[in-house]
């Protein structure tokens, strides 16, 4: 089989690389699922090695697999200079496996159930945000505070607003944790007053022999 040429000019292809360098355990993308998504996780794994972007573009082939492994051997040679135009061929590329992204304004649609916990709702309106085009902090951050049914803990953020989306949720999150605590002290106090006012039990007879039976002996 002949050698496929690597699609980097020669800056690329001339950089050393260092021999402390390890891949990162990255899942291999074969295509299917979100490409961006893989692209954002091998940057964040390699740049943690204070990697050059040489090392980006010669060692991300290593992270491709199947029907993605393919589309590289066929990149022109000496064509890419950068692992930017590297990453916008691979998005170009698998952009039809891509997750459907929401608009911001779908933010708005999300409210708290009457039934749902502050927590369980924090968690679902995380993930939703996540799919969001164009995700801005702000707008999370008033959208979750509509989305909050009325009680004691909207109020008490209406007293002090959250700047941001994280203090908002840090602040759930000391709520709810403060809830949990004072729940259980509710029902060890109920537990203590039951076992208290429950009657005792009468005291159980003595072994010793009965008066009458000790006589009836003695004839």
């Known amino acids: 089989m002949e050698e496929t040429k690597p699609p980097f000019t020669s800056e690329i292809m001339d ?14 993308y074969s295509g299917s699922g979100d490409p961006s998504e893989h692209v954002e996780s091998y940057r964040s794994w390699i740049q943690i090695q204070l990697a050059t972007d040489a090392m980006l573009c010669r060692a991300f082939s290593l992270t491709l697999s199947g ?21 916008r061929l691979f998005l170009t590329q698998f952009i039809t496996s891509k997750k459907s992204r929401k608009p911001t304004t779908h933010l ?10 502050l927590k369980d709702f924090i968690a679902r309106f995380n993930k939703e945000a996540l799919l969001m085009d164009d995700y801005n902090d702000k707008m999370a951050l008033s959208t979750m505070f509509s989305g909050l049914k009325e009680g004691k ?20 999150q000391k709520y709810t944790n403060a809830e949990f605590s004072n729940s259980r002290k509710n029902v060890q106090v109920a537990e203590q007053s039951s076992k208290e006012k429950r009657p005792r039990n009468e005291e159980p007879q003595s072994s010793s022999k009965k008066p009458d039976d000790q006589a009836s002996r003695n004839r």
């Open 153 to 172: 803990f909207v109020f008490s953020i209406e007293k002090n607003p959250p700047t941001t989306l994280a203090k908002l949720i840090s602040r759930a």
């Open 67 to 87: 029907s993605t492994r393919s589309w590289y051997r066929q990149l022109k040679p000496k064509s890419i200079g950068s692992f930017a135009e590297l990453s």
């Open 15 to 28: 950089e050393v690389m260092p021999q402390r360098f390890r891949m990162p355990p990255v899942i291999q």
């Open 108 to 117: 708005f649609t999300l409210k708290q159930g009457n039934k749902e916990s």
